[in-house]
């Protein structure tokens, strides 16, 4: 049951570093840091229910990886295109990340005879994965040339804070979910008195 909260804290507490924007280097590495460490360290203690948590681990590790980048080639001024493919890369190994999760909430969950959430479990990735790619599409593209042809030039930070809002939302649900889970998996047993 732990293993489950770490992973949750950690979903959370990435959920909230990619979408709050502090510019503050030092506060956003230790968000990464602790964030990532905590998803590593509950799919770790989950790896005897599926291999899937051990891709999760992998991926994890990668997505630490790339968010470390992105912080040091933003505080080194590299490249637009430089930061643009490692917040791309970053990207694509916490959305694997989270689907890994989740495979390997199925597994657990039908290996248990629990179905019922599953449909719901892969809604809610599916949801937050699409939600990521925008979000992460909107620093990859020039929104403002494509806003402006549309009539709604200078408004690149206003639908970049939607996005990410989006983005914020549907971790949280993607974790309410696995929190229902966790709760089917290991349920309360009543006290007697």
Known sequence: ?????????????????????????AINVITDIVGHALVIWGVT????????????????????????????????????????????MSAIFYI????????????????EKITEPNANLKGAWTALAVAEFLFC?????????LLQEIGLGGLERSVRGLFGA?????????????NQIRGLLYPKTAKSA
């Open 45 to 88: 203690g989950l790896i005897p229910w599926s291999p899937c948590f051990k891709r999760s681990r992998t991926h994890a590790v990668l997505s630490l990886i790339f968010c470390l980048g992105i912080r040091g080639v933003t505080y080194f001024q590299w490249p637009q295109a430089f930061i643009s493919l490692v917040y791309g």
């Open 166 to 178: 989006a983005a914020f939302a549907l971790s949280t649900f993607f974790i309410i979910i696995i």
């Open 137 to 145: 599409f909107c620093y990859l593209a020039d929104i403002g040339e």
């Open 1 to 25: 049951m732990k293993d489950l909260i770490k992973v949750m804290a950690g979903l959370f507490i990435l959920s909230l570093d990619n979408r709050v924007q502090m510019d503050i280097v």
């Open 96 to 111: 694997y990340m989270t689907y890994y999760i989740m495979e390997g909430l199925m597994v657990k969950n039908k290996t």
